[in-house]
């Protein structure tokens, strides 16, 4: 074991070694062919023999192109991954992007967007040319079909998402649109990035499916043929390649479908993807996809990724599956690349001030004082987690934004984070929190058992283990913790019942990208199945008052300011904004961090190249989107 954390930790310095390295074509607009030069196009061999336009009438006007990591790769072959990876492997198209680095939004589709001086209006101007997978060109009207047909329609949408409450689409030609706000929302754009996917639809092919274009009995009718509960079902299976029916789909992406079975999906080369690599070849690459749709369990995947079966696989690994990975790499047959996760905290412990049991509302509320809370985390000793579980790569840290932020503070990471058992008893005894019946486990003042049960999902993040050594530690200073592991609906179901005392759960959505639409961390603004820390009180700041609980004068200030990080027209307020509820958290610790930034293995194949070695893994920038899978390759030559 000892030799296999020495490698890991080798990695991990190498990687951060090439960080520097990534091209520099990752961190700004891409360029197009025109603007490079490029004049020359090329297919794979794949097409020859169909009966397609030639490649240059299939490209846009002005294709983009998109450097690979490495070196210009080589068509052909057939990729070998899970479902859990398939949209890390063909990445989602939008019209805007995100930057390597997590701090930009770059365009795309788009051509060029732009924000008007009040933060009301955000156009966006299409690439001219651009085509769907069928060949049927993008225009403003797909975007207007999704956002008019699918956010704003009540039947796919009972309650309209808050972050385009209120807004209205406006086209203005073919290739250019607006969404316009009742109030200013200059950070639209970073939503619009992040959610790209779900802002576009191919109007012309499912239209067919939605009542707004076809009589009410005609497709009542199909969806009986269907065997569908409703239009909508019938509508959402379609476009996420749910059945039979997903090669009908076009698509924007780098693959398109050509076989769904219950148990895989077949996907080959977009013949109308509108990128390029920087010598004129149209990507993706790879010629061909096979996706497996069911396999057993995630130690299976983690098993045929170790012995090369699998070509890509990340999202159901996690830091200990290292050692295993890396015997297969010892054999030669996969590569193991560590990536950072960009959590902040890979478990974040969410205390909940809105539990119905008033005892302990008053003991983690405590009208605003912290000492119950901060007694917890001190009695945390992230340096032997950090160890024990992360090879020593991981970073102990309080939930705070991201250190790729503009907004970062080291100071708000390591808030109350010493390990000091002692201070945890002093904390705990100044409560009134005594050893009452000398079984070593504290009662409340009125001599009734103190007993927290933290219910959470063991998914994504080394949460099991982790909960584990945290149950150890409050012990250690009097604290019964009792772990209960749940599904995602019941979770769900728990959550939004106000159920859960306690849970826990990974802390992203605090890159520049995600922070100011989603401060989860900072202050109640929604609720959630993955939130329990104040439900009630999102609820009552979601409707204005008419549901939920009011907030504490404290928690109302936050909002205000939650409201000017999303809202501000101006820099230096939208800072302020920012500073002021990461402050806040590093001094009230509304959520308990761990430890983040931690090592995150992706096994490729030996035969697939140009995966970076050392990326971001998370949601905010949408795992692999900002790297270009498109350019990646398949060398049989080793």
């Not at 025109?34 to 009438?57: A, Y």
């Not at 207007?144 to 704003?152: I, S, V």
Request: charged share 25%; hydrophobic share 35%; net charge negative.
């Amino acid at each position: 074991m000892g030799s296999t954390i020495c490698i890991a930790s080798e990695d991990m310095k190498r990687g951060e070694a090439i960080a520097s390295n990534m091209p520099p074509e990752w961190f700004a607009p891409p360029k197009t062919a025109s603007e490079l030069g490029v004049t020359q196009f090329s297919q794979s061999p794949l097409l020859d023999s169909r009966d397609l336009p030639p490649v240059k009438d299939r490209l846009p006007d002005d294709p983009v192109v998109s450097h690979p990591y490495e070196r210009i790769g080589k068509y052909g072959g057939k990729a070998r991954i899970t479902l859990w990876d398939g949209w890390q492997f063909f990445a989602w198209e939008h019209a805007l992007t995100i930057s390597a680095d997590l701090r930009n939004v770059l365009p795309n589709l788009a051509e060029s967007w732009s924000v008007s001086e009040d933060g009301r209006v955000t156009t966006i101007r299409l690439r001219p040319g651009i085509k769907w997978s069928d060949g049927h060109p993008l225009t403003s009207s797909d975007f207007m079909f999704r956002f008019n047909h699918d956010w704003l329609d009540p039947e796919m949408q009972p309650l309209t998402n808050v972050a385009v409450r209120g807004a209205k689409f406006v086209t203005v030609d073919d290739l250019t649109f607006q969404y316009v706000f009742e109030k200013p929302n200059p950070m639209f754009a970073n939503y619009f990035a992040f959610f790209g996917s779900h802002f576009v639809d191919p109007m012309h092919f499912l239209k067919d499916y939605h009542p707004a274009y076809r009589d009410r009995e005609e497709l009542d009718a199909l969806v009986k043929e269907k065997n569908h509960v409703t239009w909508m079902a019938m509508f959402n299976q379609l476009r996420g390649w749910g059945n039979e029916d997903a090669p009908k789909v076009p698509t924007l992406r780098s693959f398109r479908p050509v076989e769904r079975t219950p148990t895989k999906l077949r996907l080959e080369r977009n013949p109308y993807y509108f990128k390029i690599d920087p010598a004129g070849n149209q990507l993706p690459y790879i010629d061909a996809v096979d996706v497996i749709v069911v396999l057993e369990n995630s130690q299976m995947i983690t098993f045929q990724a170790a012995t090369g079966q699998l070509d890509f696989t990340g999202h159901t690994l996690d830091t200990p599956n290292i050692p295993l990975l890396k015997l297969g790499e010892r054999k030669g047959v996969n590569r193991v690349h560590i990536w950072r996760r960009l959590h902040v905290a890979d478990v974040a412990i969410q205390p909940n001030y809105n539990f119905d049991d008033l005892k302990y509302r008053d003991l983690v509320w405590g009208k605003g004082e912290r000492r119950f809370i901060r007694a917890l985390s001190h009695a945390i000793d992230r340096d032997q987690m950090n160890e024990v579980i992360y090879f020593g790569q991981g970073t102990p840290s309080q939930v705070t934004a991201h250190p790729s932020s503009r907004w970062y503070e080291k100071r708000f990471s390591q808030a109350h984070i010493r390990y000091d058992p002692d201070y945890s008893r002093e904390l705990l005894d100044e409560l009134g929190l005594f050893d009452v019946d000398g079984d070593g486990l504290r009662e409340y003042p009125d001599g009734s058992k103190l007993i927290i049960t933290l219910e959470f999902i063991d998914f994504e993040t080394p949460k099991g283990i982790s909960l584990e050594l945290v149950r150890d530690y409050w012990r250690e200073v009097g604290i019964d913790l009792r772990l209960k592991t749940i599904e995602r609906r019941l979770q769900t179901e728990r959550a939004q019942a106000n159920k859960m005392q306690m849970t826990a759960w990974h802390a992203d959505k605090v890159t520049d990208i995600l922070f100011p639409h989603w401060p989860d961390w900072f202050y109640p603004h929604r609720s959630g199945w993955d939130m329990t820390m104040w439900n009630h009180w999102g609820r009552y700041h979601q409707t204005n008052g008419e549901i939920g609980e009011k907030p504490p004068e404290l928690i109302r200030n936050l909002q205000y300011w939650g409201g000017e990080l999303l809202a501000a027209t101006d820099e230096a307020r939208r800072a302020k904004a920012a500073r002021t509820l990461l402050e806040a958290h590093a001094e009230h610790l509304w959520a308990i961090g761990t430890v983040g930034n931690a090592p995150h293995p992706i096994a490729v194949s030996s035969r697939l190249r140009n995966v970076v070695p050392n990326g971001i893994w998370g949601a905010d920038n949408r795992w692999t989107t900002p790297y270009h899978p498109a350019t990646w390759y398949i060398d049989e030559s080793d």
